[in-house]
């Protein structure tokens, strides 16, 4: 009992784990979006900004989850 109620627990951390790489790779990707806008002029910097700083925080905080989901593996 023991032995799958660590693999149970083992999955769910993969899981959150996989949750949390695929939401990074959104944010990425939004960023990217929001830098191409500014390099290629279709919009200006004082629009994105906010955006920016929000998707950087949530960035980062992912990137905290990531490495304590991590650790508990």
């Given amino acids: 009992m023991v032995n799958e109620e660590m693999d149970a627990a083992a999955s769910e951390y993969q899981e959150r784990l ?11 990707q939004r960023l990217e979006r929001l830098y191409d806008a500014l390099e290629t002029g279709s919009l200006q910097l004082a629009d994105l900004a906010p955006r920016i700083k929000r998707l950087r925080e949530r960035q980062e905080q992912l990137h905290v989850t990531k490495l304590e989901q991590g650790r508990i593996l």
Avoid: D, K, L, T
């Fill in 18 to 28: 996989r949750v949390v790489s695929v939401e990074i790779a959104g944010v990425n």
